[in-house]
């Protein structure tokens, strides 16, 4: 099983830390901090371990902010930090230094190549609006990818972890970032614009079909990667201007022969089927399948096929799998899947997800046939 995200805020993450303001602050009580902050860590989760060893570093560092942010951008300067280490750095700066937008923001370009400051940021997008974003346009011209990337994941309206930040939700002020990476040269960078992108058509997907269409009409060395990962949300909801902007004509194409390995599966198994589909137009077949029960309906990427002409077929097969996860409940019961072809479903089969067999005992299994 792998490690916990949480266990990776620990005695060894503290110490680089601690190793790294000492070199720059020989005054730094190298021993009292990291004292206080593995006491306790245990039973924390990995946010409150953050927060915990930033609180730390605080009573360590009993500075004015400006100084203390000094001696934090001299501790990034060494090279030695990574995403562990150096994110209560990062945490420090986002709860001391409101008062003091230019240092805090420099503190965070400095560590962003070694911890990315995309949570840190936002409480400054907060409260010091405009003269953040400006800096953050900074960000989007420099030559270092890290900040590049910060300038589009600390603005995302949606940003996974991190609290709201209320003017972000709307369409506008962001733009201008995107437009500014969306053909960068980092593909770390450009994912993050497509993420960005994504969290906006969640709640305003006509500007993000904007967007994305005066995207495609300029052009650009990635344009059709990015706007395909951006228009994700928008392709498993089917909608039509998102299919057409990558070339697809929305409800062509038909499903055929859809079949399951077994119609029985059992928990921590997977459901494999084969399905045939035909193109009802030329151009792209985007491909969907969806999973559904009671209440839930969830979409996958099936994959994507050019047809050279109307009636061009392809068999595609595919596994999924019903691994129990911590962030989601698979119940045992009856399913549904849907094969979906350009934005319609063109195929229906039923299946049943059962309790996982005693060792040796198999669960009795049957094909239902489809339902086209």
Not at 244 to 254: D, I, R
Not at 336 to 352: H, K, M, Q, S, Y
Request: charged residues 20%; contains cysteine; proline residues 8%.
């Amino acid at each position: 099983m792998a490690q916990p995200l949480k266990d990776m805020i620990n005695a060894r993450s503290v110490s680089v830390l601690a190793d790294g303001l000492a070199a720059v602050w020989p005054a730094f009580p190298r021993a009292r901090f990291a004292e206080r902050a593995e006491a306790g860590l245990g039973p924390l989760e990995l946010k409150d371990r953050v927060r915990h060893v930033s609180a730390a570093l605080h009573d360590a560092l009993p500075l004015p902010y400006p100084r203390a942010a000094e001696l934090a951008r001299a501790c990034a300067a060494r090279g030695e930090l990574d995403l562990w280490s150096g994110w209560p750095l990062t945490d420090h700066t986002a709860v001391h230094g409101l008062g003091h937008l230019e240092e805090a923001m420099a503190t965070l370009a400095a560590i962003t190549p070694y911890s990315t400051g995309e949570f840190a940021v936002r409480p400054y997008l907060d409260r010091h609006r405009d003269d953040a974003l400006k800096i953050m346009y900074s960000w989007a011209e420099s030559p270092d990818e890290h900040l590049r990337r910060l300038a589009s994941e600390g603005s995302r309206p949606r940003l996974p972890w991190a609290g709201r930040v209320g003017w972000l939700m709307a369409p506008g002020p962001t733009l201008p970032l995107l437009d500014l990476l969306r053909d960068d040269p980092s593909e770390y960078v450009r994912r993050s614009v497509a993420n960005h992108v994504n969290d906006l058509a969640k709640d305003h997907p006509d500007a993000a079909l904007a967007l994305l269409a005066r995207w495609v009409g300029s052009g650009g060395s990635h344009v059709e990667r990015v706007v395909r990962h951006a228009a994700r949300g928008l392709l498993r909801a089917g909608h039509p201007e998102a299919l057409e902007l990558l070339g697809a004509t929305p409800g062509s194409g038909s499903a055929d022969a859809l079949t399951l390995d077994s119609a029985v599966v059992p928990v921590g198994g997977s459901l494999a089927f084969t399905v045939t589909v035909t193109a009802g137009a030329p151009g792209p077949l985007l491909l969907k399948y969806a999973v559904r029960r009671a209440g839930s309906r969830r979409v996958f990427h099936l994959g994507r096929r050019e047809a050279a002409a109307e009636g061009t077929a392809f068999t595609v097969r595919k596994s999924h799998s019903f691994r129990p996860v911590t962030t989601r409940n698979e119940p045992p019961g009856p399913r549904e899947l849907d094969v979906i072809v350009n934005g319609r479903v063109a195929a229906t089969v039923p299946f049943t997800l059962v309790e996982a067999a005693p060792a040796g005992q198999a669960a009795n299994s049957s094909v239902s046939p489809p339902t086209v």
